[in-house]
Structures are given as C-alpha cells and as structure tokens.
C-alpha cells in the first residue's frame, strides 16, 4: 500500500482528522495535568468532585450520544441520496447539542448559586476549563449541524459529522475522568 | 456502514454508559478503588473506540483504526496509572 492509498483509505477528509487528532490531544493533555496535579491533593480532589452532578453528567453522556447516532445516520442517509431524512437527522442531533449545553448551562449555574466558582479549588478550575472547552466545541457542532442540514452536500454533512463525533469522543473520554475517578 | 450496525453501536454505547454511571453509585469505590477505575476506564476506553469505528467510520479503514487504538489504549493506561498514583503510593 503506498501512502496515498494509506491516506485514500481515511474516510473524509485528511484535514478534518487533523483537526479531530488535534483536539484529541489538546484535552488529553488537559485530563493528563489534571490528574497529576490530583497526585499532590487527592482527598481535596475528592471532595470536591462529590459536589458535582454525576446523573446529569450521566444523561448528558446518553444525549451526546443519541446525538451522535443521528448523527452518522444522516451522514449514511445522504450518501444512500434520502436527502430530507438526512436533514431531519441533522436538525434532531442539533437539538439535542442543545438539550446537552442546557443541562450543563443549568449544572454551571447551580455551582455559581452554590458559591463554587473557578478559584474554590484546582479541581474546579480544570473542571470549568476542561468541560467549559468542550461546551464551546458543542455549540460550535450545533452551529455546523445546523448549515450543513441546509447546505446539505455529501461532504459538507461528512466533515461537520466528523467534527461532531470528535465532540462525542472528547466527552467519553473526559466524564469518566472528571466525574466518575473517585 | 449500515443502519443497523449503528443502531447496534448506539445500543452498546448506552448500555455502556449506564454501566459507568451504575458502578459511580454503587459502593465498590471505598473497598476497591482500583479495580473500579480501571473498570471505568475500560468502559471508557471501550466507547471511544465504537465512536472511532462506528460513527467515524474506521471500520472501513483497519490500518488506520489499529493506529488510532494504540493511541487511545495508550492514553487511557497513562490516565489510569495518573490515577492508581495516590492510592498505590
């Protein structure tokens, strides 16, 4: 196989992998410093991850991906040519990128009425850095989703899938991290 | 990829999910930390790779999805050795 078969064997774009690849390491390097630094203050660490909402991190997890089923599904739908299931795929795994940034617009918020702000404690300021981040990337996503259910070419649609799926693969990556190591 | 392979990596991704949840409530965690990190981490590290293989579509491409499973493997031992540290220590 030469390289360019190598890299024709990539499915959609090679620049859009580099971005995934990118921000991939880009949070994995934010997950890696968090835990070292949880090496020197382990029970502080603890104590401060019981005051987060570990149900709805939970059902923020089964959104996102529901999300991102619908997501790959549109993408199989247009390439099968069902244009107007395709979109109605894409408009449905919007709202639910909605339905994950209001829950955890809601979970910010009751940190805020709880007096718990970035500087409480380190934990808080890699969980606001880290999950505020990848908020941003999911508002960004619903963005995409929602032009290419317009703009609703093949590649368009392949690409802001793509994009979205990084979205899906930061998060299984960064609840269990977060939330979940006690 | 067909419909019903994504709906079967749909499935196992909930089910996965309500897997970590379930075992971030349940009593394992005092008695034994390790084995419930590890666990969680495997569940993890189990869905990342349906999403790269599934929705991302690398199960058309195996040279390409065993690379991106070194690296995720990778990632997730180093994560998790990060959080054996303290309690191994």
Redesign the interface.
């Known amino acids: 196989m030469t390289d360019k078969d190598a890299l024709d064997a990539l499915p959609g774009e090679l620049l859009m992998w580099i971005l995934i690849v990118s921000e991939v390491l880009v949070f994995g390097a934010g997950l890696i410093v968090f835990l070292s630094v949880r090496i020197t203050d382990p029970e502080g660490f603890a104590e401060a991850q019981d005051m987060l909402d570990r149900t709805a991190a939970g059902i923020n997890t089964i959104v996102l991906i529901t999300s991102g089923f619908l997501a790959a599904l549109a993408n199989a739908l247009r390439q099968g040519g069902a244009r107007t299931k395709a979109r109605f795929c894409l408009v449905a795994a919007a709202l639910l990128g909605v339905v994950f940034l209001w829950i955890k617009g809601a979970e910010f918020a009751s940190k805020a009425a709880s007096g718990i702000v970035w500087d409480t404690h380190v934990f808080f300021n890699f969980y606001f850095m880290l999950t505020g981040f990848h908020a941003a990337h999911v508002a960004a996503g619903v963005v995409l989703l929602v032009l290419v259910a317009w703009r609703d070419h093949v590649d368009n649609i392949e690409d802001a899938t793509a994009f979205w799926h990084m979205v899906d693969l930061i998060w299984v990556l960064l609840f269990p991290v977060i939330y979940l190591l006690q | 990829?067909?419909?019903r392979s994504?709906?079967i990596?749909?499935a196992l991704?909930?089910a996965l999910?309500?897997g970590?949840?379930a075992?971030?409530?349940s009593g394992i965690?005092a008695q034994w930390?390790i084995v419930?990190?590890v666990a969680?981490?495997a569940?993890?590290w189990q869905?990342?790779r349906i999403?790269?293989a599934?929705?991302?579509?690398?199960q058309?491409?195996p040279?390409?999805r065993r690379g991106f499973d070194v690296c995720l493997t990778g990632?997730?031992l180093?994560?998790l050795a990060?959080?054996a540290?303290?309690?191994v220590?």
């Open positions: 990829m067909t419909h994504l709906y990596a749909w991704l909930v999910s309500f970590s949840t075992l971030s409530a965690w930390p419930a990190g969680v981490m569940l993890a869905k990342a999403i790269l599934d929705y991302m579509g690398l058309r491409a040279r390409w990632l997730c180093l994560m990060l959080y540290a303290p309690l220590l």
